[in-house]
Antibody, heavy 124, light 111 residues
């Protein structure tokens, strides 16, 4: 059974750094793109970034390029999303999600399995 | 890259059919058959319901169907049930950015 288990909720101060995690199991972690999706309070979903753990190839949405860093450690089947200096506007639920394996081109840009979400709160 | 446009809310009675629209441009919805739909219940992670415009993942009810015409994709829920009450998001591959784009989201209410 494919599972993505995310780290717990975080409350941080503005300016602090943070790294949240997403551990995959039940599939070959290194062989599937995995990504992060932001959902601000009461708002919609936003693609942030994706990574291929096999070779650490990354792609970022322009809105998030330079704002966050996606990484992965295939030896422990875990993906990460990190901030070097949090802002109040980073307050949101963050989901990790896996892209499908047997697909090609634009058809791959969907998420077939999702983590439970990590709530990040940065009080202003 | 702007979000795809969806109606804020759609409602229907049990047993009825409803349709949710998702309007983009020729760079995303209109240019490719790579539209997906997600269902999100309150406090839960999204769930993939439709991909590649009209394909259903294993385990998704056949009451959910997708279609596309021009720059607008649609999700139809037939035989509406109380459990279908949720937020629904479309998503499309886009040539405008390196990743895909989500829609603005639609709240479905079962009356």
């Amino acid at each position: 059974e494919v599972q993505l288990v995310q780290s717990g909720a975080e409350v941080k101060k503005p300016g602090e750094s943070l790294k949240i995690s997403c551990k995959g199991s039940g599939y070959s972690f290194a062989s599937y793109w995995i990504g992060w999706v932001r959902q601000m309070p009461g708002k919609g979903l936003e693609w942030m970034a994706i990574i291929y753990p096999g070779d650490s190839d990354t792609k970022y949405s322009p809105s998030f390029q330079g704002q966050v860093t996606i990484s992965a450690d295939k030896s422990i089947s875990t993906a990460y999303l990190q901030w070097s200096s949090l802002k109040a506007s980073d307050t949101a639920m963050y989901y990790c999600a896996r892209m499908p394996g047997f697909c090609s081109g634009g058809s791959c840009y969907r998420f077939d399995y999702w983590g439970q979400g990590t709530l990040v709160t940065v009080p202003s | 890259q702007s979000a795809l446009t969806q109606p804020a809310s759609v409602s229907g009675s049990p047993g009825q059919s409803i349709t949710i629209s998702c309007t983009g441009t020729s760079s995303d919805v209109g240019g490719y058959n790579y539209v997906s739909w997600y269902q999100q219940h309150p406090g839960k992670a999204p769930k993939l319901m439709i991909f590649d415009v009209n394909k259903r993942p294993s385990g998704v009810s056949n009451r959910f169907s997708g279609s596309k015409s021009g720059n607008t994709a649609s999700l139809t829920i037939s035989g509406l049930q109380a459990e279908d009450e949720a937020d629904y998001y479309c998503s499309s591959y886009t040539s405008s950015t390196t990743l895909a784009v989500f829609g603005t989201g639609t709240k479905v209410t079962v009356l």
